[in-house]
């Protein structure tokens, strides 16, 4: 049984920083990637990382804040946050792609990925 099981949740004042854990069980991956939605928002991008080579992608809104990493011998990916704000606020999912990505791109779109975690709330308050 395939499993991804996200902790690492909180509550933190802006400017704070937390870090979520994923740890996966029951197959490999070729890429982790990390979402959230907000409520009454689209589920939205955050990082991804290629498991074997530890390649990472990040969008805007997040990039020089967030930092996605992989533990090999414990099959976790973490996604550490920094400088948070309040729109950072949402319910943050890992996710994991069976697809094995060898040049530069990395998966950044839900139809992308096969495996979904329960999710963790983050909030993040002014």
């Known amino acids: 049984q395939v499993q991804l099981v996200e902790s690492g949740g909180g509550l933190v004042q802006a400017g704070g920083s937390l870090r979520l854990s994923c740890a996966a069980s029951?197959?490999?991956?070729?890429?982790m990637g990390w979402f959230r939605q907000a409520p009454g928002q689209e589920r939205e991008f955050v990082a991804a990382?290629?498991?074997?080579?530890?390649?990472?992608y990040y969008p805007d809104s997040v990039k020089g804040r967030f930092t996605i990493s992989r533990d090999n011998a414990k099959n976790t990916v973490y996604l550490h946050m920094n400088s948070l704000k309040p729109e950072d606020t949402a319910v943050y999912y890992c996710?994991?792609?069976?697809?094995?990505?060898?040049?530069?791109?990395?998966?950044?779109?839900?139809?992308?990925?096969?495996?979904w975690g329960q999710g963790t709330q983050v909030t993040v308050s002014s």
């Open positions: 996710a994991g792609a069976t697809i094995y990505y060898s040049g530069s791109y990395l998966p950044r779109h839900r139809y992308e990925y096969g495996y």
């Open positions: 990382i290629s498991w074997s080579a530890g390649r990472t």
């Open positions: 029951g197959r490999t991956f070729g890429a």
